[in-house]
């Protein structure tokens, strides 16, 4: 069975860092696209990053110079390293794959999903 284990949120105040993690298992992260989402409560769920089984990486606008998105085979783990985080980074953050070579930004495609890690940030 595929699972995708993410973890690393919390408590944070505007300003500063946070570290998500995925840890995958039953696929190879190499193969897939891996893709982080996040969403508030009443909202729809939002893109957030994405990268692709070639190592291209994509970030939406709102996000884009403060949060770097990285793999690690040997773990088989992909991070999210959020930097400058705002009270509007506050939400859910989920972590998804698809079998795909390219980046994929259509929350649609993809197949597995992480279980999400709660994002506060606070003013």
């Known amino acids: 069975d595929v699972q995708l284990q993410a973890s690393g949120g919390g408590l944070v105040q505007a300003g500063g860092s946070l570290r998500l993690s995925c840890a995958a298992s039953g696929l190879t992260v190499d193969d897939y696209a891996i893709g982080w989402f996040r969403q508030v409560p009443g909202k729809e769920r939002e893109g957030v990053s994405c990268v692709s089984s070639d190592g291209s990486t994509y970030y939406a606008d709102s996000v884009k110079g403060r949060f770097t998105v990285s793999r690690d085979n040997a773990k088989n783990t992909l991070y999210l390293q959020m930097n400058s985080l705002k009270p509007e980074d506050t939400a859910v953050y989920y972590c998804?794959?698809?079998?795909?070579?390219?980046?994929?930004?259509?929350?649609?495609?993809?197949?597995?999903w992480g279980q999400g890690t709660l994002v506060t940030v606070s003013s």
């Open positions: 998804a794959a698809t079998r795909r070579y390219t980046i994929v930004v259509n929350q649609h495609e993809y197949d597995y």
